[in-house]
């Protein structure tokens, strides 16, 4: 028993004498915490977004970053890794986990509210544009707006556009989705056409009949008129389809 209390009373004067002389003892040291920056994480969602979005074109602002206040994390080296959610694509809102690492170990996994907005160019309705148009250059202009506005499907070249239907009336101003244009048919069901096969400079042509409607490039079914069988070809242009062999 008083060995016990022996034992007790000298290292109650060795904590003593470290408050005394402003030393903290080594176990006391390595529990010690600091604070993590926040701009420290933002500088981290910067570089995350530059890697995830390079070669996009987009021009992209942060508008809100919700990162949890007083993050305390232990002291030595650490790293800051960021997960996005799986099929986001780098702009709206997303939650994302950040994953804190000191001396190579995991300390901290925190989530953060991240909002992106993104502008890139897009086509955009010169005019009011009614549902069943067939769309030409002049209806169509070229605008910098935020992927938002065209709920992430925008049309972004002439070609992709021009000659084919929409589906739904868009306003003037508004952008084009890819969603809302259909191929015009060129072909039409019952439709007399060439079926073209070409395969190593061998080229063979016979009449057939269409069974299905489509535009250029689309598969239909025709019919072989020589053997009466269907198959599946491409359109070529409006009395051509092409099948592989």
């Keep these: 028993m008083r060995l016990v209390q022996m034992i007790l009373t000298r290292l109650l004067a060795i904590s003593c004498l470290y408050c005394l002389m402003g030393v903290v003892p080594a176990h006391a040291a390595a529990t010690a915490t600091v604070p ?18 390079e070669g996009r074109g987009w021009e992209t602002t942060i508008r809100q970053l919700t990162i949890p206040q007083g993050i305390q994390i232990s002291k030595g080296p650490r790293d800051l890794e960021l997960i996005a959610p799986a099929g986001w694509d780098g702009w709206g809102t997303a939650t994302i986990v950040l994953v804190v690492r000191v001396n190579g170990a995991v300390e901290k996994n925190l989530s953060l509210r991240l909002q992106v907005d993104a502008r890139t160019e897009m086509l955009t309705a010169t005019r009011q544009l009614l549902a069943g148009t067939v769309l030409a250059d002049g209806d169509l202009q070229l605008q910098k707006l935020d992927l938002a506005q065209s709920g992430g499907h925008p049309v972004k070249n002439m070609p992709d556009a021009v000659g084919k239907k929409l589906r739904m009336t868009v306003r003037a101003g508004a952008p084009i989705r890819s969603n809302q244009l259909v191929n015009v048919p060129v072909v039409v069901s019952g439709q007399l056409v060439t079926i073209v096969a070409e395969n190593a400079g061998i080229k063979i042509t016979v009449s057939g ?35 592989g062999f």
């Excluded at 689309?218 to 359109?235: C, D």
């Design 36 to 53: 993590l920056p926040e701009q420290e994480v933002r500088g981290a969602v910067e570089r995350f977004l530059a890697e995830k979005l």
């Design 209 to 243: 009949r269409a069974r299905s409607a489509g535009g250029i490039g689309e598969l239909i079914r025709v019919q072989n008129l020589a053997s009466n069988k269907e198959i599946s070809a491409r359109i070529l242009d409006a009395s051509t389809v092409e099948v």
